[in-house]
Nanobody
C-alpha cells in the first residue's frame, strides 16, 4: 500500500509560480509510474503530467506544456510539479497518483491505483 502526501499548494496571482511536492511512503517507489492530475469544481479529473519509473520520460497535457515541469527524485521517494505562468484556469485540486502495473505513462485516472489527498491551487486573475 503506497501512501502519497502532496504539499505546496496555495493562492497566487495569475502569472505566478508554485511548486508542488508528493512524498511517497513506499521503499519501491522507483517501480511506480507517477503522475499529477487535477480536478476543478464541476469538472472531471484530468491528467496534467506523468513520469516514467526512472524519470527519463515525462508526458504533459497540452494545456500545461511549456509552463509546468514534472520531475522525480527516487532517492527521496518524491515527485515535483513546478508550475510557472499560472492561469486562472489552472485553479483546481491537484492530486498525485501512482501506478505499478501499466507500461508507458497512462493518462486515464482509472489506471492509477494509489492517490494522495490533494492540494488546492488557486491562481487569481
Amino acid at each position: 500500500q503506497v501512501q502519497l502526501v502532496e504539499s505546496g499548494g496555495g493562492l497566487v496571482q495569475a502569472g505566478g509560480s508554485l511548486r508542488l511536492s508528493c512524498a511517497a511512503s513506499e521503499r519501491t517507489f522507483s517501480t511506480y509510474v507517477m503522475a499529477w492530475f487535477r480536478q476543478a469544481p464541476g469538472k472531471e479529473r484530468e491528467f496534467v503530467a506523468g513520469s516514467s519509473r526512472r524519470g527519463i520520460s515525462i508526458r504533459y497535457a497540452d494545456a500545461v506544456k511549456g509552463r509546468f515541469t514534472m520531475s522525480r527524485d527516487n532517492a527521496k521517494n518524491t515527485v515535483y510539479l513546478q508550475m510557472n505562468s499560472l492561469k486562472s484556469e489552472d485553479s483546481a485540486v491537484y492530486y498525485c497518483a501512482a501506478d505499478r502495473d501499466n507500461t508507458g505513462i497512462p493518462v486515464a485516472a482509472v489506471a492509477y491505483e494509489y492517490w494522495g489527498q490533494g492540494t488546492q491551487v488557486t491562481a487569481s486573475s
